[in-house]
């Protein structure tokens, strides 16, 4: 019976010094071989790091980019960590994200467009026992620490959203809470636009609710809840953030443009003195169009179905 040997994926690059920028000196992989078939022709690699063999290839036909691979390893945020401390300008990972199927993940995009995703399968539930995201709720350990248990002087974040099962905030802002030493966790809430009045009402009067992340489509019936709004969200009109203040009311802010403008900077772009065409003109569009006014770009055209927005 034949047998088989394991898979290489072939990923198309364009530049040979990004390639080896990317693949060798950020994540590390060592060079196996080259190949051309004459000067100035199409480079062909192999590259390998620990078990995984990856080849790179400037001909045309080999493959299109894009692609994605998924390859497994024993210890995502380690990795995570070593390519953090490197100073690469175009990608800064975060750590590993904890999936609904049990799996710690952490992506990385080289400069052609190909995302590599490093798979680690995810320990054993212990600690805190059940943390919440959007679709599941999931415990998530760093390392060897596990994460608290909650207790009755545990601070609460909502985000509020309809549909909800898809947002991933509650896993990473409770991570967050716990490495900056606050004992706090964020929750995912499902509220339809009918019943954001009661919602916010209680919320309001819940003493143990310090903030609140707001998602579609609440974002502009939310700005009126607060007793005070930012000054990007006063021309916007919307929040996606909700901060208790001292007198127990609610500070609104709006950082979706901030996030955008701040990835794009962080990702070797900038949007000043350039043209942009901006697609969809809701909450998260609106501040993402005041973002790049402030930012300097030459010129800004939008598009929305919804010719009111």
Known sequence: MSSFGPIVPVLRIFDERKAREFYLDFLGFKLDFEHRFGANFPLYMGISMSGCILHLSEHHGDACPGAKVRIGCDDAGSFAARLSAKDYAYARPGAPERTPWDTLELTVTDPFGNRLTFVQEAPPVTGLGDMPTGAKRLEIRNGADSLPMPNGATRLHLIVGDPIAHVKSPAGMTRNFIARGRNAMCVPMHVAPADLDMVMAAAGRTQNIDGIIVTVPH???????????????????????????????????????????????????????????????????????????????????????????
């Open 219 to 309: 974002k502009f019936a939310c700005a009126a809840y607060c007793a005070d709004l930012s000054p990007r969200a006063q021309v916007l009109g919307a929040v996606n953030i909700m901060r208790r203040t001292a007198t127990g009311g609610w500070y609104g802010d709006m950082l979706d443009g901030l996030g955008f403008v701040a990835a794009i900077r962080a990702r070797g772009g900038e949007p000043k003195d350039k043209r942009a065409l901006l697609i969809g003109a809701g909450g998260a569009g609106s501040a993402i169009a005041l973002a790049l006014l402030d930012a300097g770009v030459a010129a800004l055209a939008i598009h929305d179905a919804d010719a009111v927005r």
